[in-house]
Each structure stands twice: as structure tokens, then as C-alpha cells.
């Protein structure tokens, strides 16, 4: 049975967003030093959450799983970052970051994709400055 919205409803929103990393410190410098993200004052033991201004929260954390088992994380999962001057903040990013795609016009606005250290694909959108 499929139940309609009204009005007056809104659907689930996404409140929390983790994904499991390799190396906690080496991806918790990358996050921090690379794409600007700062640690929330307080994370479990095994992961660290970002704080952020809006939206969902975000996180890293220590495998649940064996992450060796599967030829590239990630795969199917699309994770966006809102990037306000995406040519400056590429030029900033280079040699820190491996580029998977450069900068190109979509119907979302201009976005690039790069890679994490664990090899999961970031698209970067360019977003108007706050």
C-alpha cells in the first residue's frame, strides 16, 4: 500500500551520512586538510564526525566490514559537496587529491569529481558563496 503525500507532509530526511574508511587519521587529515571540513567537538572512539552548518551530518569511521573484499568502494553511492569557487578550490586541492573528472557544466550547475584516499568518488558542485 503506498500512502500519498499532502501538503502538509514532507518525506524522511536524510539526517546522517558514514562511510567506513581504511585509515581513520590518514582520511580524517584528507577531509580536514583538503576539503575543509572540521571535526566535531565530540566522536565515538572509532570515527569522526564533521560538523556542519546544514543538512545531514557527516562522517568517517573505522570498517564495520573487511573493505579489502571489494575491488572499489563505493560503487553505486553518490556523495555531493557543495563547493562555493570550484576553480579556485580545484587549483588549491591540486597534488592533494587525485582528479577523476574535471570541471564541467551539468543541469545541477558545474561539478568535478575527485577521489578520496580509499578511492570513493566526491563530486564537488559548485555552489553559490554563503
Known amino acids: ?3 500519498k ?3 502538509m507532509q514532507t518525506p524522511t530526511q536524510l539526517g546522517f551520512v558514514s562511510i567506513q574508511v581504511s585509515d581513520l587519521a590518514v582520511s580524517r587529515q ?4 583538503v576539503l575543509g571540513f ?6 565515538p572512539p572509532d570515527a569522526c564526525i564533521f560538523a556542519t552548518q546544514a543538512g545531514a551530518l557527516f562522517a ?5 566490514v573487511d573493505l579489502q573484499l571489494t575491488p572499489h ?3 553505486g553511492v553518490s556523495l555531493w559537496f557543495a563547493i562555493p569557487q570550484l576553480d579556485a578550490f580545484l587549483q588549491r586541492i591540486e597534488g592533494k587529491a587525485t582528479l577523476v573528472r574535471g570541471q564541467q557544466p551539468t543541469p545541477f550547475g558545474n561539478t568535478a569529481i575527485i577521489a578520496d584516499p580509499d578511492g ?6 559548485e555552489s553559490k558563496a554563503p
Open 38 to 43: 572540521q571535526p566535531a567537538d565530540q566522536s
Open 5 to 7: 503525500l499532502t501538503s
Open 120 to 125: 570513493y568518488w566526491l563530486t564537488l558542485q
Open 30 to 33: 584528507f577531509y580536514t586538510d
Open 73 to 75: 568502494l563505493g560503487w
Open 1 to 3: 500500500m503506498t500512502t
Open 60 to 64: 568517517i569511521r573505522k570498517p564495520l
